[in-house]
């Protein structure tokens, strides 16, 4: 493949897509698409049946600041809903299609046992059971296709949210109030609950006083369902609202029976982390009938103080008495959960990386369902799964990142960089926790989709630092051949300068090949 070929396949593959997908700076000044222009785009790709073309849908409304934008959003989000209902009733119908050619191969079995193994009946039983493992094979490849379908949905309805979030950020006065009005109107008064629950990523982190004033009035609502409760509960305390520590420590007094508002109340104190949290903790438990918010309670007042005096009140105190007049707060909550914060900068894998730019490009083809090796019966999904987690909820706020699945599809969470804010975190969570593995392996498309999204014509990289996982090698894509995957990577690395960190999991990968590419973006490979 010559080099000339290679430059011109980089800037045809990469370029052009990136004018779209961001305005580069010293590019050529594009004329900003009217509100009913980018409608007429956003409608066209949600309808789409271009997989590419259909998950960039709501990014096309992004940049817009007219309130009615909340009404396309809305529009769009019933469209996925829609299409993700067709996909269900599709992937009934095929698994029952399925089970269906099971029986009839069953069947023929039978028959062939009745017949006392005759040449005719062999004959016949051959062709019928090649038939039918055809058409069962097909089932299966359409199931995953139908599986990735899924996956890109949830995709696009957190592309919605992270959309709704920019537009409501972006907003002031009279234009803010009204696409408010909108979206709580439509997203929060759905009758759906997952519609409900939307709203609050949508407005977790818009700072404004309606804002507010609405997470305080759901929050004191009892009779609202408690899973709303406990999200106003969770976003005040994250904007730190002065009325929250108050409401909180109040909540500590609820029956038992309240215990999804009690823990939501201990975890508020606990993100508040101010010194007036710490007696009301201690007197909670010194409750006898409190359960399981005992050991919340407990992990908060460690997470506050810095130090463990055990579940019970006795210890904690008595501390207290001592303590008290000359505590001084630990500067920020002590982590007492499984994922151990590193000293500084951030691991994958045992990869370590100072960028605070980083896209996570991994592998989730059916062989990563296997038993990963010395990992105690964990499978290597779930272990990538704890891993990519555990890295993204370990960034720093002002960071960013993205995440790009791949089997024999290849599936973009978002469609840009996003900031490393809590409501993201989380969202990528559930998005990645919902994964399953599937399918085969398509590298050469994954990596193409990643300097997409990564590499700016000009200036600094909108990611800077890429992570490669796979556990196989390539059975899937524009190039399938390791060598010639290596060369175009190699072409269009030469203008991007990408720091590219490879993982190879299971005896099944190709280390050579990720040796080099690590070695083409000057980066780390490691065998798991």
């Not at 370029?15 to 580069?24: D, E, N, Q």
């Not at 305390?237 to 109040?250: H, L, P, S």
């Not at 508020?268 to 009938?289: G, V, Y």
């Amino acid at each position: 493949m010559s080099r000339l070929f290679l430059r011109l396949s980089f800037a045809v593959a990469l370029c052009a897509p990136l004018v779209l997908l961001s305005t580069p700076r010293g590019a050529l000044e594009a004329k900003e698409p009217t509100l009913n222009e980018r409608v007429s785009s956003f409608k066209k790709a949600i309808r789409s049946k271009d997989p590419k073309e259909n998950d960039r849908s709501f990014e096309l409304l992004r940049g817009a600041r007219e309130p009615e934008v909340v009404d396309q959003l809305t529009w769009g989000l019933r469209q996925v809903d829609v299409n993700d209902a067709r996909v269900r009733k599709e992937q009934e119908d095929v698994e029952a299609a399925y089970e269906k050619l099971f029986d009839d191969l069953e069947q023929a079995k039978m028959q062939l046992d009745a017949s006392g193994y005759g040449e005719r009946e062999t004959k016949r039983y051959n062709s019928k059971s090649k038939d039918i493992g055809r058409k069962m094979d097909g089932a299966v490849k359409h199931l995953k296709n139908l599986e990735n379908d899924y996956v890109r949905h949830m995709a696009l309805r957190q592309q919605a949210i992270l959309v709704a979030a920019e537009l409501l950020g972006a907003l002031e006065g009279d234009a803010f109030n009204d696409a408010f009005g909108r979206l709580t109107q439509q997203w929060l008064q759905a009758k759906d609950l997952a519609d409900k629950l939307r709203w609050f990523d949508a407005v977790a982190e818009v700072g404004r006083p309606p804002v507010t004033v609405a997470l305080q009035a759901i929050m004191r609502n009892a009779e609202l369902d408690s899973v709303l409760r406990v999200q106003a509960i969770d976003a005040l305390a994250a904007r730190r609202d002065g009325q929250m520590m108050a409401e909180a420590i109040e909540m500590l007094t609820l029956p038992v029976e309240a215990q999804q508002i009690l823990i939501a109340a201990i975890r508020a104190l606990r993100t508040m982390h101010d010194k007036r949290c710490i007696e009301p903790l201690m007197d909670f438990l010194a409750r006898e009938d409190i359960k399981r918010s005992r050991t919340d309670a407990h992990m908060a007042l460690v997470s506050l103080t810095g130090v463990d005096h055990g579940p019970y009140p006795g210890q904690w105190k008595k501390w207290w008495e001592d303590t008290k007049a000359t505590f001084t707060m630990p500067p920020e909550p002590r982590p007492t959960g499984r994922v151990k914060a590193p000293e500084d900068g951030k691991t994958f894998y045992g990869i370590h990386t100072f960028s605070d730019k980083i896209l996570f490009i991994v592998d989730i083809s059916g062989s990563m369902d296997k038993e990963q090796a010395g990992a105690q019966g964990k499978t290597k999904i779930d272990i990538l799964k704890q891993e990519l987690i555990g890295t993204v909820f370990n960034l720093n706020p002002t960071d960013t990142f993205n995440v790009i699945l791949f089997n024999h599809a290849v599936i973009p969470w978002q469609q840009r960089k996003v900031d490393a804010s809590e409501r993201n975190k989380k969202m990528l969570k559930e998005w990645v926790e919902a994964q399953k593995p599937m399918g085969g392996t398509n590298i050469h498309d994954a990596l193409e989709m990643g300097f997409r999204i990564a590499y700016r014509v000009t200036g600094a990289p909108d990611l800077d630092t890429i992570f490669f996982l796979t556990d196989g090698k390539p059975t899937a894509g524009k190039i399938r051949e390791p060598l010639q995957i290596l060369d175009v990577m190699r072409a269009w690395n030469e203008q991007a300068h990408l720091t590219i960190h490879t993982i190879g999991i299971g005896d099944d990968h190709d280390e050579a090949f990720l040796e080099a590419l690590a070695k083409i973006g000057d980066g780390t490979y490691l065998k798991r």
